[in-house]
């Protein structure tokens, strides 16, 4: 069963750090671009990071661009996703997301076919 697995959430203080982790199972996917979505409570789940599979491109979403940090080990079958100066709108629920599909179309099209369950993220004013 090809599966991914996220960690690292929690709760944290605006201006604090979290580093999260996506460990793939099942299947290897060092040839898959892999990135992060995230669904805040009411909202419409939206794109964070994303990183070819040899780690040499890397995207964000401008509201995180500068703060977030997202890389991987192949050999782990792993994506990172390092976050710091977290701010109470980056609280949500943050989905691992694989597709063997360049990372900019599943950013366009907002479909992966791997997702991962979820970490939740709550950041404090």
């Known amino acids: 069963q090809v599966q991914l697995v996220e960690s690292g959430g929690g709760s944290v203080q605006a201006g604090g750090s979290l580093r999260l982790s996506c460990a793939g199972s099942?299947?290897?996917?060092?040839?898959?671009?892999m990135g992060w979505f995230r669904q805040a409570p009411g909202k419409k789940r939206e794109f964070v990071a994303g990183?070819?599979?040899?780690?040499?491109?890397?995207y964000y979403a401008d509201s995180v661009q500068g703060r977030f940090t997202i890389s991987r080990d192949n050999a782990k079958n792993t994506v990172y996703l390092q976050m710091n100066g977290l701010k109470p709108e980056d609280t949500g629920v943050y989905h691992c997301i694989a597709d063997d599909r360049d990372i900019v179309v599943v950013i366009t099209t907002e479909g992966a076919t791997y997702w991962g369950q979820g970490t939740q993220v709550i950041v404090s004013s």
């Open positions: 099942g299947r290897t996917f060092s040839s898959s671009d």
């Open positions: 990183i070819s599979w040899s780690g040499g491109r890397t």
